[in-house]
């Protein structure tokens, strides 16, 4: 396989923080048409999000069905924005179908959905489902002898969900190493801050005690999260969890730590927030 061919990857850490950048563009925008959506999440997680599509997953643009492509699930599917924007950066969506984003009809759903093709590998949404149907994948792969790997992105608030530590058990029993989950640790669920509803700590123990290679970092440091990727892939006895730290509305200032899990965000905010964008890319 050569980068032309199939993989435009990059390891470049500007490279990849430019994408960030203009997915949080895109995420503000696309939210902003709307009114009301989940731009804190998207925002927070775009450095994460940048460096998984554009720097660690194998997927061919031509063939979304190549068997030896790695799976990417979105368990905390109401993400939505923020992945159809990664999707079109990437090239694996016309970047024009962003325009349609939960409009009547449109395959670009607020909660992400199959119906968009097989781009999506699993409908989730389902509040902890991704491990579970991750580890079934994952499981999958292994017997057919396929290199691929399974990375589960999993919104922290998930953590409270039984199914959760039920497949971290599983996985970690039987050292099922193609499978990564990174948390969103960004500390916002609906009911606000999570150690207000169930406090996780001390969680990498946690995933530890299931078998787990449970590594920690700041999930805007994209050379860290690199790493952190990097060292999942070389792990051959077991899965690996990552905990990225993101602050939500992370890029734009008067949104940062403000805790909507479902913000409203105003035409005068969505107008500022994208100035605040613009001129952050200036300044770059």
């Not at 924007?85 to 090239?91: D, E, I, P």
């Not at 984003?101 to 781009?119: C, K």
Request: glycine share 10%; proline share 5%.
């Amino acid at each position: 396989m050569t980068p032309t061919d199939h993989d435009p990857r990059t390891h470049d850490p500007a490279a990849l923080a430019a994408h960030a950048h203009a997915m949080r563009r895109d995420v503000v925008r696309l939210v902003g048409a709307l009114g009301q959506g989940y731009v804190q999440q998207g925002l927070g997680a775009a450095d994460l999000f940048a460096t998984l599509f554009f720097s660690t997953l194998r997927l061919r643009a031509a063939d979304p069905r190549w068997p030896d492509r790695d799976r990417f699930l979105l368990s905390t599917a109401h993400n939505s924005a923020l992945f159809h924007a990664a999707l079109a950066r990437r090239g694996l969506i016309d970047p024009a179908r962003l325009d349609s984003y939960v409009q009547d009809g449109s395959t670009l759903e607020v909660n992400v959905s199959q119906r968009l093709g097989p781009l999506v590998e699993a409908t989730l949404g389902s509040l902890g489902q991704g491990p579970s149907v991750g580890l079934g994948m994952a499981l999958a792969l292994r017997r057919r002898g396929s290199p691929a790997r399974v990375y589960v992105v999993l919104g922290d608030g998930e953590l409270q969900e039984g199914q959760v530590w039920e497949a971290a058990m599983y996985a970690g029993a039987h050292g099922i190493a193609s499978l990564c989950v990174v948390i969103d640790l960004n500390f916002m669920q609906v009911e606000g801050h999570t150690d207000q509803v169930l406090r996780h700590e001390p969680l990498l123990d946690k995933w530890r005690a299931f078998g787990w290679q449970a590594l920690a970092v700041d999930g805007h440091d994209i050379p860290a999260l690199q790493r952190a990727l990097a060292q999942a892939d070389a792990t051959r006895d077991r899965p690996t969890v990552i905990a990225a730290t993101t602050l939500v509305g992370k890029g734009v200032g008067f949104l940062e730590g403000q805790l909507g899990h479902n913000m409203k965000l105003s035409p005068e905010d969505t107008r500022r927030a994208l100035a605040v964008l613009d001129a952050a890319e200036v300044a770059a």
